[in-house]
């Protein structure tokens, strides 16, 4: 595998898009080889490694597809996905995925000890609390339904089943089991999330708040690097993390 990799970003118009490209100009790792505003955009781009895809649900399925036929890997962190959408990422075949609705190390750790946290009291409250800046169109954020998947795992349960998506007027009574989410959007907020454990005498709150948005780019790129030359199969970032603790 030829270094620097080649790199293509679905999404290079965005917020994530931008950061990336900022980013590259100091990463002798990658060289930039083909950036894509739209869905409609992809033409064929000879000799890429891996295509980095911080899109829209529409510009995913084209960056997919694009992937699927070069056999190219493929980076993912756009949310908002349906379940076909996440279906077709456990389904890849023929070449390396890794979709993560968040790229920060530290988010992956945070999920780790929720997991963990919701196993062993399975029968405390669980709130996902999140803030994100005004311009976000989607609620609840990726990072706060794979937050929310996780103890749904590790407690047996099924996620639809638990997810309670705000509240509004006369609710009753909180549903016993529940996981519930609440989404607050103003101003330049990066991310912000935490997970709150309740019992009735005590509480344990998980936060994770990011300052920066590159510290996203940078995760995606880590993931870029690693994914390259992986054989074909679904990666997480779970998988970095492990490398990372190996070392």
Request: charged residues 25%; contains cysteine; hydrophobic residues 45%.
């Amino acid at each position: 595998m030829r270094n620097p990799f080649r790199l293509a970003i679905s999404g290079a118009n965005g917020r994530m898009g931008r950061a990336l490209q900022a980013l590259l100009r100091d990463d002798a790792r990658f060289e930039l080889a083909q950036c894509i505003h739209a869905s409609s955009e992809w033409r064929d781009a000879p000799g890429v490694d891996v295509v980095i895809d911080f899109s829209t649900p529409a510009g995913f399925d084209a960056a997919l597809a694009h992937c699927r036929e070069h056999r190219v890997a493929f980076v993912s962190g756009t949310t908002g996905l349906d379940a076909a959408q996440l279906a077709a990422l456990v389904d890849a075949r023929g070449f390396p995925v890794l979709h993560a609705a968040n790229f920060s190390l530290g988010i992956a750790v945070l999920t780790r000890l929720l997991r963990d946290a919701a196993a062993a009291l399975p029968d405390w409250d669980l709130e996902i609390l999140e803030a994100h800046h005004a311009e976000k169109a989607d609620a609840p954020s990726g990072t706060a339904l794979a937050l929310g998947r996780a103890p749904a795992a590790a407690r047996g349960r099924d996620f639809e089943e638990v997810a309670a998506y705000g509240r509004h007027g006369h609710t009753g009574p909180r549903r016993s089991g529940a996981i519930g989410f609440a989404s607050i959007r103003a101003g330049d907020i990066v991310g912000e999330h935490t997970a709150m454990l309740a019992s009735r005498d005590e509480r344990i709150e998980l936060s994770h708040r990011a300052f920066d948005s590159a510290i996203f780019a940078r995760g995606a790129l880590a993931a870029a690097a690693w994914l390259v030359g992986k054989p074909a199969g679904t990666y997480s970032i779970d998988d970095v993390l492990r490398e990372r603790q190996k070392r």
